[in-house]
């Protein structure tokens, strides 16, 4: 490495479990990266409220406020690590109008507010770069962006909440509940004490819609996409699709069709003898399929602080290596600046059509069964597969799991309404999404 090449200088914002990583991974890999980066990184300002004793800050300025870091003449590139979407968008976009090029790992932040944030950074010639946001150390943005660039994408799924992936592992692997489970995923740290985001959707759908905006090349609409959690789901549906050679993941899934884009989250059944159905605990995955390629996955730590880090250190190395050449990517994603997004519809949920799991308490006489096919068959639905478990001594209900052909989801909706009205149906009908993805 030439000694005489201008260091890039970052400023970091946030010393916790991200922030410590990605000061550390750049100090502990400062050679390896100054040479691929074709410059030495160097960290000269650190913005946090407390001290992080897992980093030594010896020599590099330490501001309590975080908005000196933005507006720091000598720093080069600011690093978001606060999360949140108030101060953290306050914070890039001071840093972008001081003409700093921005590096975060703040899906949220990118998912509701990315199409101005790239606007803004446009307007002053700076990148923004989130490599980060979307499943920690799995590099699926840069795949999207430059290695299936030859491809029209079909297709993505992704198990991309590590959380929720836990917590089904667990549930299924050894038949636990799932209040039980949350309470162990806090303790162990993998899920946060208001555990809303992850067990609801929410974190997916975030990340679902970074996925599909570079995959279509459609702007940013986090308000588009469909959410559903895991908190209904019972050991026995796990069963139940573990017998019909299933398995339940939370997948957050994008569609483009003939008809609009599918933009949706929820627990899925998908055959237990695919890749995607094998990712376990706190892992992630994302399947995606390409025009030319066909389906690719990508697999790996989906957070935590080193892998997160990973992907925050290659979005400056990335930077750094165009800096040095003169010239920066300016937004290396589509946003409402650029005129080549296409303006494609979001399919209404009512309109999109999977296979379907239904799970029923059902009186156990004669003909409840035809009554209900009957119903099925009224709205034009077929079922594949039936299975009614047998009672035991004094039990007057059983369990009826039925699971169909491809069907849209207002029909469905409208046949459920109709079979929760029986008097021989008890409750609600559990409903599950079905998906036969390749790969």
């Known amino acids: 490495m030439d000694d005489s090449l201008k260091p890039v200088r970052i400023g970091i914002c946030g010393l916790g479990t991200v922030g410590s990583g990605t000061f550390n991974v750049l100090l502990e890999n400062a050679d390896a990266i100054a040479a691929r980066a074709r410059a030495p990184l160097q960290v000269t300002h650190v913005g946090a409220r407390r001290d992080n004793p897992a980093c030594d800050l010896a020599g590099i300025r330490l501001s309590r406020d975080i908005f000196e870091v933005a507006r720091d003449p000598e720093v080069d590139v600011l690093v978001e690590l606060i999360g949140g979407t108030t101060v953290a968008r306050e914070l890039i976009e001071t840093a972008i109008r001081s003409g700093k090029h921005v590096v975060t790992a703040n899906k949220a932040l990118i998912a509701e507010y990315g199409n101005e944030l790239f606007a803004l950074a446009a307007e002053h010639n700076v990148a923004l770069r989130y490599e980060a946001a979307v499943a920690g150390g799995i590099p699926i943005i840069k795949a999207l962006r430059e290695g299936l660039a030859g491809n029209r994408i079909e297709w993505l799924a992704g198990i991309i909440n590590g959380t929720g992936n836990y917590i ?25 004490a208001d555990p809303t985001f992850d067990v609801e959707g929410i974190d997916a759908a975030h990340k679902l819609v970074i996925l599909a905006s570079l995959a279509f090349g459609i702007p940013l609409q986090f308000a588009s996409v469909y959410t559903e959690g895991i908190t209904l789901l019972t050991p026995q549906d796990l069963d139940y699709a573990e017998e019909l050679g299933y398995r339940v993941k939370h997948l ?28 376990n605990g706190v892992k992630n995955a994302v399947l995606v399929e390409g025009s030319a390629v066909g389906p690719t996955l990508y697999y790996g730590a989906g957070a935590g602080g080193k892998p997160t880090a990973s992907a925050v250190v290659a979005d400056l190395v990335d930077l750094a290596r165009d800096l040095s050449a003169g010239q920066v990517s300016r937004v290396p994603s589509l946003s409402f600046a650029d005129t080549s997004l296409q303006d494609l519809p979001i399919l209404p949920m009512a309109e999109v059509e999977t296979p379907w799991y239904l799970r029923m308490e059902a009186d156990d006489k004669p003909g409840v069964l035809s009554r209900i096919a009957s119903i099925f068959s009224d709205q034009g639905i077929s079922i594949e597969a039936l299975i009614q478990k047998a009672p035991t001594a004094g039990q007057v209900r059983v369990p009826l799991i039925v699971l169909t052909n491809r069907a849209a989801q207002g029909r469905v909706d409208d046949a459920v309404e109709q079979i929760e009205a029986l008097d021989s ?15």
């Open 168 to 192: 089904l592992s667990e549930m299924r692997e050894h038949r636990r509940e799932f209040a039980d489970v949350l309470a162990e995923a806090q303790a162990l740290g993998y899920a946060e």
């Open 252 to 279: 957050g899934i994008a569609k483009q069709g003939d008809r609009g884009v599918e933009l949706r989250v929820h627990p899925t059944l998908i055959p237990k003898d695919q890749l995607l159905a094998n990712v």
């Open 425 to 439: 149906i008890a409750g609600r009908v559990t409903r599950i999404r079905v998906e036969i993805l390749d790969g």
